[in-house]
């Protein structure tokens, strides 16, 4: 069966850790745990995944958005493993080592028998890494363009350009149907 999905969201300061736990199955949303086949998380290598994105909604300023997030349906007739190098090699393509980021598959029952909904949360903070270190705080401070060792890593202005969204469902089109006529 064909299947196309890929959409964007924007994370307000405060949704940041929430919509983490969710993506994950934790805590209040425990109920989603068997959900979970497979998670992945570019993050500094002094923060777990979950501190992160406590870090940002507690640092990030009050009108910031702290993640974009890219939501995309996978081949269910794809196994596990399958998927999950589809999606390595996609967020490699497209992410590379230039974002933070937290990527989880979740494969749950679908409204239609016998079909399975799989699917990928890609958490995305959208401060492009400048390779200068920083500690979390500063990290989610604003950026100095003047002295930029003193202000947080900058954003990467593609990703509130609508085109942004074109361009990335474009190549996961051209990706995606490159591997199932494999």
């Not at 399958?82 to 590379?96: A, C, S």
């Not at 270190?133 to 990290?139: A, H, L, V, Y």
């Amino acid at each position: 069966m064909a299947i196309f999905h890929l959409s964007f969201s924007n994370g307000k300061v405060g949704k940041g850790l929430a919509h983490f736990k969710y993506i994950m199955g934790e805590d209040r949303y425990s109920y989603k745990e068997n959900e979970v086949i497979y998670e992945k998380h570019n993050m500094p290598p002094h923060v777990s995944a979950e501190d992160f994105w406590q870090s940002a909604d507690a640092y990030e300023r009050a009108n910031g958005r702290v993640y974009k997030e890219i939501r995309i349906a996978l081949p269910n007739g794809f196994s596990k493993k399958e998927n999950q190098d589809l999606l390595n090699k996609f967020l490699e393509k497209e992410l590379g080592n230039n974002f933070y980021y937290s990527a989880v598959i979740h494969d749950k029952d679908s409204s239609e028998d016998e079909i399975r909904n799989v699917h990928a949360h890609i958490m995305i903070c959208p401060r492009k890494i400048d390779g200068i270190e920083r500690d979390t705080k500063q990290f989610f401070s604003r950026y100095n363009s003047k002295n930029i060792e003193k202000g947080g890593w900058e954003k990467d202005k593609k990703w509130r350009e609508r085109s942004t969204l074109k361009n990335i469902r474009k190549e996961w089109e051209t990706f995606l149907n490159f591997e199932l006529e494999k």
